[in-house]
């Protein structure tokens, strides 16, 4: 709330102002002395609003002043203000979020629905559930919801592309969702199902359906594209859409291997750099030139007043992975598209352990302590074990090996860094594991692509639309 609009409006109050203002200072008072770190502006501001909309409903006159003032008392805002969600608060300040009163109880559990806005790609809903959670399986404090939208199950639902938050309050805990738009194109209006399965392992359902609501984006058309034959990539910048807090970025890549993962930094003709959230990709295939993909991400909102735009790409380049049966105890491995290779010199089962002892090759020398640690942690998950017989069925959309043939996971022991020799020791008779194991019918796997460095690409720069920004 502007301070000169509310003392603009209070001037307006035929009440004598120190009742007003005496009941602001205890109401703010009051609430900062119970309130802890953050939550302490959020509250004095709901305070402020109390204590007012208190003195004004006591004195039996409203006048339209004040009214104007307090629909924009940051009640809804300041949800969001203990999220520190800045685009649900602006989104609140124009009357852009909608507010929610849904409420479910199934065994003892309480959740209410509070408010869901939508603007460009973000997709946010809030509410509140009891502490009857607490009966639940975690411990206490924390709370996990097992849930799904437009009746999508498991992890394959597209929504689950986002963020949660949690704050413990009175009676409960209030919680945010925050989602990715997973569609090619918007709806302005629809209705989003929500099925709640368990909560804590407290089994619901807590069914809901929420109204979802956005003004249309508007669409700044570019389609230009940059090529970079040395390294076998095309970028193609598509559109920019933006919303009332955010703009969207729309591009396409191309690229031989299917791994490779382009990132791209923008900054305008005025300087201005655009920060960027998680890449949603609208659409994938494979085509004669190669691996195209169609991806938007959620960026700062444009400047009305810029010509142009840079884009810095970063291109991190993917290795496919190189395996080995383990029918002999010491082979080389080598990077299919790097100097990078793989000395084992050993492989020892001991009972229900089994140790790789190896060496790194073609790495820099004398790697710096930051590096060495960053290796030796990525190291635990580079290796995988796989049953031979089972190798076929692992799905190259969702790669992991198949339960109970298997073992992703590993412990590394580094013996010497000065020349990258390492042991890796896997638990047999893990979570995950191989059943029946015999090395002689076990593929070692190894990923290279870790040790392959980013490479920026030549920048490049497009000039906008005239008078469509």
Do not use: C
């Not at 009640?75 to 852009?96: C, P, T």
């Not at 709370?143 to 009175?170: A, I, M, Q, T, Y």
């Amino acid at each position: 709330m502007d301070n000169k609009e509310l003392n603009d409006a209070i001037e307006q109050i035929p009440v004598p102002k120190e009742k007003v203002f005496n009941a602001i200072s205890k109401g703010i008072n009051k609430d900062v002395d119970r309130g802890h770190g953050k939550r302490k502006k959020a509250l004095a501001g709901t305070a402020i609003a109390a204590a007012i909309l208190g003195i004004t409903m006591a004195s039996g006159f409203f006048n339209p002043a004040m009214n104007k003032v307090l629909a924009k008392a940051p009640l809804i805002g300041g949800i969001f203000q203990e999220f520190d969600d800045a685009m649900g608060v602006e989104l609140a300040n124009q009357d852009a979020v909608t507010q929610l009163n849904q409420s479910l109880t199934k065994h003892g559990v309480s959740v209410k629905l509070t408010s869901a806005y939508f603007d460009g790609n973000v997709v946010s809903i809030t509410g509140f559930v009891g502490d009857g959670v607490e009966k639940g399986h975690n411990e206490k404090g924390e709370v996990s919801f097992d849930v799904n939208f437009e009746h999508n199950k498991g992890d394959n639902d597209p929504w689950l592309n986002g963020s949660r938050d949690l704050r413990k309050v009175k009676g409960g805990y209030k919680f945010q969702w925050k989602m990715e738009y997973p569609y090619k194109s918007f709806k302005e209006n629809f209705t989003l199902p929500i099925t709640i399965h368990s909560i804590n392992g407290i089994k619901g359902d807590w069914n809901f359906n929420v109204p979802i609501q956005q003004e249309k984006n508007s669409t700044l058309v570019i389609n230009q594209e940059k090529g970079y034959p040395e390294d076998e990539v095309k970028i193609r910048i598509k559109e920019i859409l933006t919303a009332k807090t955010t703009s969207s970025l729309i591009y396409e890549t191309v690229q031989k291997y299917k791994g490779d993962h382009i990132d791209i930094r923008v900054v305008d003709n005025k300087g201005k750099a655009y920060t960027f959230g998680n890449p949603t990709t609208l659409e994938e295939s494979e085509q004669e030139d190669g691996y195209h993909s169609i991806v938007r991400r959620e960026m700062t909102k444009l400047n009305s007043d810029i010509t142009s735009l840079t884009f810095y790409p970063t291109l991190s380049a993917a290795d496919p992975k190189v395996q080995q049966l383990l029918n002999k105890k010491s082979f080389t491995l080598e990077s299919t598209r790097f100097h990078s290779g793989l000395q084992v010199n050993d492989i020892t089962q001991n009972g229900r352990e089994l140790v790789i002892d190896y060496q790194l090759t073609g790495l820099p020398k004398n790697l710096s302590k930051g590096k060495l640690d960053t290796i030796t942690h990525n190291l635990e998950y580079l290796f995988w074990l796989v049953d031979k017989e089972y190798l076929n069925k692992i799905d190259p959309e969702n790669p992991w090996p198949p339960k109970n043939h298997g073992i992703p996971f590993n412990t590394v022991n580094m013996i010497d860094e000065a020349t990258l020799h390492f042991q890796s020791t896997f638990d047999l008779n893990g979570e995950e594991q191989i059943k029946n194991f015999k090395l002689e019918n076990t593929i070692l796997q190894f990923d290279f692509s870790s040790f392959a460095p980013s490479e920026d690409l030549q920048p490049f720069t497009v000039e906008l639309p005239v008078g469509e920004k």
